[in-house]
C-alpha cells in the first residue's frame, strides 16, 4: 500500500508546480508599469491580427517579393514612396502622408478612402482591431514619434 504522505505529495506537487508557473508571469512583468504592459499586450496582439489579416501581402523581408510593399516605417512614411515598388497610379498620386487616422481609414475601407487601388478590400471596422494592428505598425515604424501625427 502507498503510504498517506506520498499519495498527498502526489497530489500537492504538480498543483504548487503549477501555482509557481502562474505567479512568475505576473512576477516577470512587475517591472512594467500598467501602460507599458498594456502597449506590450496591444502590440503582440496587434502583431498577431495583422499575421492574420495583412502579412500575406506585405512580407517582412523587403527582399522577400510581395503582392503589397513592405509596411516597416510606414507610419508617417509618404504613400506610395516605397522605392522600387509598383504602386497603382491612385496610390502613387494621392500626395497623402500615412498618419494614424489615414491607416485608420484604410484598414476600414482602403478601396473607399482611395477609389483606384490595387489592394483589395479589408475592411476592418472594428475601432479597437484597428488600434491594435496601429500599435504593432508604430512598432515596426522607426521615425521619431515626433513627426507622427494624427
Ligand atoms: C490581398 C493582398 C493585400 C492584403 C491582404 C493587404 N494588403 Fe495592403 N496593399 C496591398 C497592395 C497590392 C498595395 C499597393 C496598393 C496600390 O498600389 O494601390 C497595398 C498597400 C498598402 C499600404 C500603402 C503602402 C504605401 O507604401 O503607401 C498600406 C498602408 C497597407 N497596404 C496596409 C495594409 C494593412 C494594414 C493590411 C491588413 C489589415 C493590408 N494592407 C492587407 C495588398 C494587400
Redesign the pocket.
Known amino acids: 500500500m502507498v503510504p498517506k504522505t506520498l499519495v498527498s505529495a502526489r497530489v500537492f506537487v504538480p498543483v504548487i508546480a503549477a501555482a509557481v508557473l502562474a505567479c512568475a508571469a505576473p512576477l516577470a512583468a512587475a517591472d512594467l508599469s500598467d501602460t507599458e504592459i498594456f502597449q506590450k499586450v496591444k502590440t503582440e496582439a496587434g502583431q498577431a491580427?495583422?499575421e492574420a489579416?495583412?502579412r500575406?501581402?506585405?512580407a517582412t523581408d523587403p527582399i522577400d517579393v510581395s503582392?503589397?510593399?513592405p509596411?516597416e516605417d510606414?507610419v508617417g512614411?509618404?504613400?506610395?514612396?516605397?522605392p522600387d515598388?509598383?504602386?497603382?497610379m491612385?496610390?502613387?498620386a494621392s500626395g497623402i502622408v500615412?498618419t494614424p487616422a489615414a491607416?485608420r481609414a484604410?484598414?476600414e475601407d482602403?478601396d473607399g478612402f482611395?477609389p483606384?487601388?490595387?489592394?483589395?478590400h479589408?475592411g476592418?471596422e472594428d475601432r479597437t482591431v484597428q488600434d491594435f494592428?496601429l500599435a504593432y505598425?508604430v512598432s515596426i515604424t522607426t521615425r521619431d514619434g515626433s513627426e507622427i501625427s494624427e
Open positions: 491580427l495583422f489579416e495583412c500575406r501581402c506585405h503582392y503589397g510593399p509596411l510606414i512614411r509618404a504613400a506610395g514612396s516605397y515598388y509598383d504602386y497603382s491612385a496610390l502613387e500615412w491607416l484604410w484598414m482602403n482611395m483606384g487601388t490595387k489592394m483589395r479589408v476592418i494592428i505598425l
